[in-house]
């Protein structure tokens, strides 16, 4: 098991504003966008995932190869890099994840 600890949440400037961006909505969005996810199985798999991130609740817990799903996911599925540059704490959430 795998336990990462929600950061708090970023912003990441826009042309006129400051735009959130929370780090559960960031999760879900590599994991949808995952191309790897070629199979039935494996898009339970990550919708598994998703389920745990919605409900988690200052910590997200994940099986190893949950985890490992999602730490793939991350590193093929980034932003332009201003918005990347931003959300370094989220990769580095991911990255510094305990073992229960």
């Known amino acids: ?7 708090d949440e970023v912003k990441v400037k826009g042309k006129d504003a400051d735009l959130p961006f929370p780090f559960k909505d960031v999760l ?17 798999d990550a919708a598994k995932i998703i389920d745990k ?6 910590h997200i ?11 793939a ?5 980034i932003y ?9 704490s989220y990769y580095d959430a991911i990255e510094q994840a305990t073992k229960e």
């Open 1 to 7: 098991m795998r336990l990462i600890k929600v950061p």
């Open 28 to 44: 879900k969005a590599h994991l949808d966008s995952y191309v790897e996810l070629k199979t039935i199985s494996q898009i339970r």
């Open 61 to 71: 817990s994940l099986e190893d190869a949950q985890y490992e799903i999602l730490k």
């Open 80 to 88: 332009a890099p201003f918005v990347t540059r931003s959300l370094l």
């Open 73 to 77: 996911a991350c590193a093929k599925n």
């Open 53 to 58: 991130i919605e409900a988690s609740n200052g």
